[in-house]
């Protein structure tokens, strides 16, 4: 999709994507890594340090999916809170998830020193502050949760911040952040030098395990010792993932503020569809940074009033912080497991010799070095300590994981009724306006119609080619978002994000 057609991250901004040539015909290697996000790239920087061959396949450039659009926040601290944790997964169970996300932050700061990497890694502090219903016993029960779990977190009377009176909160040390796509970079330097090939525009359609394993798309195929499937969320299974996690957007903007005026660190409130904070540098301007600020979520494909979210989140930004002019606007994709933590490890569904990553929870970027962390030992023979704690097959058997898992998958089962004729959006395309989309019923076929700037019209069919809901328009993206697992298409039904390996399919016009 053009970068007209969508939101543009702050670090795509300053930061553009190096070019990879294509992969054409076959090829071979150690290890066969899909996508080239975080996870996978970390995962085939660590496969390539020693010593394997390795492939990276990507239909964009390096982080030009989810990668590109986070935050970049860096936490061991927990977005769904120790305390609830330690209910789903024990208290060894949390002391697993602290010591992981921490490795995760260190090792980013690590791998940058160590390559020379310029990414404006640096350690800083990160803090929780109550949402106007929340109570300072939210704050007493995660602190002592967050310290049997081995974190370093004290309770303190407000935040560093003097534009608003935040009341008392959590502050957790050794937190990060950094620039994810300068990151990036450096690490696709540090693959290549280590024998490694990068190839980009290589949608791939098939993963086939066993001995080799095979990873192909049209007119390329790689096999591998081993393929690693990390492209947010696996193309490689239609279900049994897609069952336990569910997708949402998330919304951010991008204000200015003057240097100094917002101590640098990672602030979160403690709404349930919280906001979360940091600061970014500005090239080529000493006097102001940029206030990163997300929040404002809805499940994919369940709401088009963008434009409202974007100005609901620039009122709460403007009531706490200095910031002068809002610059930027993007939304980006998060995966949330019915259990809270990533599904990292072998395919659930026993696909020999292939391995994927998933389920981000909002922590994306530690849950992608932990990917990496992991799924390197795995592939080497190692043993992990995490191994067990992130099994993609793993079952969580709690009274809230439960519900949760109930309550998503009733949602799924509600967006077939969708399929029904019972009308579109609009009854005419002509009703659609320049630059929009919307959903039209023409006898028994649902139809994806999007006008483009110019008035020309694009049809494809409507159904997602994952499992068959029917996909609603995202005004933002100008993409195709499928409300059932999270797929994306672009508006000539490209695949903008898995599952569905395949595009929207054309129309029968018979």
């Known amino acids: 999709m053009k970068s007209s057609e969508r939101s543009v991250s702050v670090w795509e901004t300053t930061n ?15 290890v066969c890594v899909v996508g080239a996000g975080l996870a996978g790239m970390t995962t085939a920087y660590l496969l390539a340090r020693e010593g394997k061959k390795v492939i990276v396949l990507d239909d964009n450039g390096i982080g030009g999916g989810e990668t590109g659009q986070t935050t970049a926040h860096l936490a061991s601290a927990q977005d769904d809170y120790y305390h609830v944790l330690e209910k789903m997964h024990g208290e060894d169970g949390a ?7 921490q490795a995760a932050v260190d090792r980013i700061g690590e791998i ?6 310029a990414c404006d890694y640096e350690h800083l502090d990160g803090y929780f502050f109550l949402g106007p219903d929340d109570t300072p016993d939210l704050l007493r029960k995660e602190l002592e949760a967050a310290r049997r779990a081995g974190a370093q977190v004290e309770l303190v009377d407000r935040l560093p911040i003097k534009s608003f009176d935040s009341g008392p909160g959590l502050r957790f040390s050794r937190q990060g952040q950094f620039h994810p796509l300068k990151y990036l970079e450096g690490l696709a330097r540090c693959i290549q030098r280590d024998g490694g090939r990068i190839y980009t525009a290589n949608h791939v359609l098939e993963v086939e395990g066993g001995t080799p394993a095979k990873a192909r798309g049209e007119g390329f195929e790689v096999s591998a010792g081993s393929v690693v499937v990390a492209t947010n969320s696996p193309i490689n299974d239609r279900l049994t993932i897609h069952t336990k996690q569910a997708p949402y957007r998330t919304y951010v903007i991008g204000a200015r503020v003057p240097s100094g005026s917002v101590p640098h660190g990672l602030y979160w409130d403690t709404l349930e569809h919280y906001h979360y904070v940091r600061l970014a540098r500005i ?8 206030l990163v600020v997300g929040g404002e979520d809805h499940k994919t494909g369940h709401a088009n009033d963008m434009d409202e ?5 620039e009122a709460w930004t403007r009531e706490r912080f200095p910031i002068e002019r809002v610059q930027l606007r993007w939304s980006g994709q998060v995966m949330e497991p019915m259990d809270y933590i990533g599904f990292i490890g072998r395919d659930p569904g026993g696909q020999e010799n292939v391995f994927i990553a998933t389920g981000d929870s909002g922590q994306g970027m530690t849950h992608a070095t932990i990917a990496g962390l992991l799924i390197s030992d795995l592939v080497l023979g190692r043993p ?14 709690s009274k809230d994981s439960v519900l949760e898992f109930v309550e998503e998958n009733v949602d799924v089962a509600i967006q077939y009724k969708d399929l029904l004729p019972l009308g579109g959006e609009v009854k005419s395309a002509d009703e659609i306006a320049p630059g929009t989309g919307a959903v039209l019923q023409r006898g028994m076929q649902k139809v994806a119609a999007f006008r483009d700037d110019a008035g020309v019209l694009h049809e494809r069919s409507a159904i997602c080619t994952h499992l068959g809901c029917v996909v609603q328009w995202n005004g933002l993206e100008r993409s195709w978002d499928c409300p059932c697992h999270g797929s994306r298409f672009a508006t000539d039904g490209a695949v903008l994000n898995g599952p569905a390996p395949y595009p929207l399919k054309k129309l029968d016009t018979e």
């Open 309 to 313: 979210r974007f100005a609901k989140l």
């Open 112 to 117: 940058a020193t160590a390559e020379g990497i």
């Open 95 to 101: 002391k697993l998830i602290y010591q992981s996300h």
């Open 283 to 290: 090239p080529g301007d000493l006097t102001h940074e940029m």
């Open 16 to 30: 553009p994507q190096p070019e990879f040539p294509a992969l054409k015909g076959a090829a071979e290697a150690d």
């Open 384 to 397: 992990n300590p995490w191994e067990k704690l992130y099994d993609p097959k793993r079952k969580t058997i």
